[in-house]
């Protein structure tokens, strides 16, 4: 396994595009978290609860692109048509998906890691100017894990939507989609409908409430509900490669 996760690495860090997407998370992050603290009222910027609603909103743009570099991690090589050679070299083919999970989910720790570097970097400067502080305690520690963790499960659940459409384009049309447009829209006629509950099971919702920038299920819920995401897209991505014919 060691050595297919090495192999993940490698085909990654040579997908054409990766470099633009880091550049993208850092301007967009440093964006946010500039936006974020220059826009708070001076008492807000000393209270910790906020500093951490605000790092969890500044790296927001690392779950989304771990998403994204989930999918295109495992569909770049049908695309390419790698994957014939992969899965001769590596005949069970579940090891092979299994490398791609635990990559994305390594990835999407990587990239939130990045977000919260950049993040810090831009609001500790100002909360420093106005002789405030950035509150290190126990409940920021664990909003950072939660942040990392959110993260994380998203770039796994990409690799699992990737395996399972195989069609990059598609795969990441779709999945931009879907965050940015349908749920929003799925969650609003839901709870027009008296059925916010429903709502706050989708994939977005639920991660945000891991995340620690959405209020509908707990932190702890959120993440058994990302994880439930995940494992339902990894099996099904694994049935159809299963005995799908790869040439």
């Known amino acids: 396994m060691t050595a297919l996760l090495r ?141 990392l963790l959110a993260a994380a499960l998203w770039g796994a659940l990409g690799a699992g939507v990737g395996t399972l459409i195989q069609h990059q384009t598609g795969a990441i049309v779709g999945a931009i989609i879907w965050v940015l447009v349908v749920e929003t829209l799925l969650a609003a006629l839901l709870e027009w409908a008296g059925w916010k509950g429903i709502a706050d099971v989708l994939p977005r919702h639920a991660l945000d409430a891991l995340a620690g920038h959405e209020a509908g299920l707990s932190t702890a819920a959120g993440g058994a509900v990302g994880v439930a995401y995940v494992v339902v897209f990894a099996a099904l991505g694994f049935l159809r490669v299963r005995r799908q014919d790869i040439t």
């Open 7 to 147: 192999a993940e690495v490698l085909k990654l860090r040579t997908t054409r595009g990766l470099y633009g997407y880091l550049i993208v998370l850092v301007v967009l992050t440093g964006l946010g978290a500039a936006g974020q603290v220059s826009t708070a009222h001076l008492f807000e910027r000393g209270d910790p609860a906020f500093q951490r609603d605000m790092l969890s909103q500044s790296t927001v743009f690392a779950a989304l692109i771990a998403l994204l570099l989930g999918i295109l991690s495992v569909t770049v090589e049908w695309r390419h048509g790698t994957i014939t050679r992969t899965f001769l070299v590596t005949p069970r083919r579940w090891r092979v998906l299994a490398a791609k999970e635990i990559n994305g989910f390594l990835l999407g720790v990587g990239l939130a890691i990045l977000g919260l570097v950049v993040a810090i970097a831009v609001i500790a400067p100002v909360l420093s100017h106005d002789s405030a502080s950035l509150h290190v305690d126990g409940a920021f520690a664990a909003r950072v894990a939660e942040i």
